[in-house]
């Protein structure tokens, strides 16, 4: 199944500002630039962004929802390219996470993810499992 | 594979690159003093405390995914205590409301499952100074008792105060 080139499928999240707020409180991550615009401004940014910790656990949804259990993962890597600015009270604006195989060696895969929000490309990670 | 190895590997990759957005993202302002790379190596310790079903379950739901597993992300929860250290050492002159986070890995050295009772320690791994952001990585390691469970690294960008 985890041979090179399969397709990992998709998952696609809508996110918006709630979705900041109930991270913040589950994980104790209390950066103000992830729920208060003015904090953001300060370093530059548009607006509010979404913590990188969400984008990583939420896009790792991807491994459940392709049928690896987490117990067969051996590293998870994710590189934050760019701000996922948070869109005004109310609104909404999808996450979308791709994945494939790019490797099997030693019965180990290696697994590239790509994280878009909206249509720029925000991260991309990189996973281990044992096949 | 170390977590300092896994940051390294990222960081003679495409990091660089990709990163270069968040600078150009948090703009330009007067440079300052680098933090002293003296700091190398300085550590935090925060004692163990015991995984809790609900704060899995509240964890797995904002990260939306399922509260039968531990999502693989969680330990960031549990290593709030020491990143709290990290962030409010005043000889270190950083704080959280100018972080931004460039890169995070992860190596699971087995899996975590409710009660246990996981300590963290924090090292810094590297100190870098870029233009008006100092790049800080730090390594976690996360561990039930002497044994390892997870190890984090994590790379920060830290903007000066403006």
């Not at chain 1, 790509?114 to 281990?128: L, P």
């Not at chain 2, 561990?143 to 000066?160: M, Q």
Request: glycine share 8%; proline share 5%; hydrophobic share 45%.
């Amino acid at each position: 199944m985890l041979q090179s080139g399969v397709s990992l499928g998709e998952l696609v999240i809508d996110v918006d500002r709630n979705t900041a707020r109930r991270y913040a409180a589950a994980s104790g991550d209390a950066n103000p630039i992830h729920v208060d615009d003015a904090a953001a401004a300060k370093l530059g940014l548009p607006a509010a962004i979404a913590h990188g910790m969400w984008t990583m656990g939420a896009a790792l949804g991807l491994l459940d929802q392709a049928g690896i259990r987490a117990d067969q993962v051996v590293s998870t890597f994710c590189r934050f390219g760019k701000p996922l600015v948070l869109p005004s009270e109310g609104e909404t604006v999808p996450l979308l996470v791709t994945g494939a195989v790019t490797k099997l060696a030693d019965d180990v895969a290696t697994l590239a993810l790509e994280v878009h929000a909206g249509t720029e490309r925000i991260a991309k990670i990189e996973v281990q499992v044992r096949a | 594979m170390s977590p300092c190895d896994v940051a390294g590997a990222a960081d003679r990759g495409r990091t660089g690159a990709s990163v270069g957005n968040y600078l150009s993202v948090i703009g330009d302002s007067l440079s300052r003093m680098a933090i002293d790379p003296s700091f190398v190596g300085r550590r935090y310790f925060a004692p163990p405390v015991k995984v809790r079903a609900a704060e899995v379950a509240e964890f797995a739901a904002s990260v939306q995914q399922d509260a039968s597993v531990v999502p693989l992300t969680f330990t960031m929860k549990l290593a709030q205590p020491v990143l709290a250290q990290f962030f409010a050492d005043p000889e270190l002159g950083i704080a959280l409301e100018r972080t931004v986070h460039a890169d995070q890995g992860f190596m699971y050295h087995r899996p975590i499952a409710v009660g246990d009772d996981l300590s963290t320690e924090l090292s810094i791994a590297k100190l870098r100074h870029r233009g008006t952001a100092d790049w800080v990585s730090i390594a976690i390691e996360v561990a039930a008792g002497v044994d390892p469970v997870i190890s984090i690294a994590s790379t920060f960008i830290i903007s000066e105060e403006s």
